[in-house]
C-alpha cells in the first residue's frame, strides 16, 4: 500500500475532525488533546505549533518527543485494518490515534483509552 498520501496530509487539516467527531458524542477537546498528548509526548504549545506550521503526519509522528511505550497494548480494527498488524510505523501510529478517537467517541472512559 502506497501510504504517501496520508503521510503529506497535514496533521492540521485532520485535527478538526477529531474534535468533531469526539463533541459530537459528548467528549472535548481537552481529552482530545490528552489522547494526542499522551501518544505523543506533545503538550499544548508544540499542538499550537504543529497545527498553525500546517505539519504533515510523517513529520507530526516521527518528531514526536515520546511514542507512548504503551501502545503496544492497543488492539483491535480500524479503517478495515488490524492496527496491531500494521507493519508500517508511521501508519500504524496514524491508525493508533485514530482508534483512540474511536474509543473517546464511543464512550470508554479516559483511563481504559490510555491504557492505564
Not at 35 to 44: A, C, D, E, S, V
Not at 69 to 87: H, M
Not at 100 to 105: M, P, S
Amino acid at each position: 500500500m502506497d501510504n504517501t498520501r496520508v503521510y503529506k496530509m497535514s496533521f492540521a487539516s485532520v485535527y478538526p475532525h477529531y474534535i468533531t467527531k469526539a463533541e459530537k458524542k459528548g467528549r472535548t477537546k481537552d481529552e482530545v488533546h490528552q489522547i494526542i498528548f499522551w501518544l505523543t509526548g506533545y503538550n499544548k504549545t508544540d499542538l499550537h505549533q504543529i497545527l498553525e506550521n500546517k505539519t504533515n503526519f510523517e513529520d507530526f509522528f516521527t518528531k514526536a518527543p515520546l511514542i507512548n511505550p504503551n501502545v503496544s497494548k492497543i488492539t483491535g480494527v480500524i479503517c478495515g485494518y488490524r492496527v496491531e498488524d500494521i507493519q508500517d510505523t508511521i501508519m500504524q501510529q496514524v491508525r493508533y490515534l485514530d482508534k483512540l478517537i474511536d474509543e473517546l467517541a464511543k464512550g470508554k472512559s479516559m483511563e481504559k483509552i490510555l491504557r492505564k
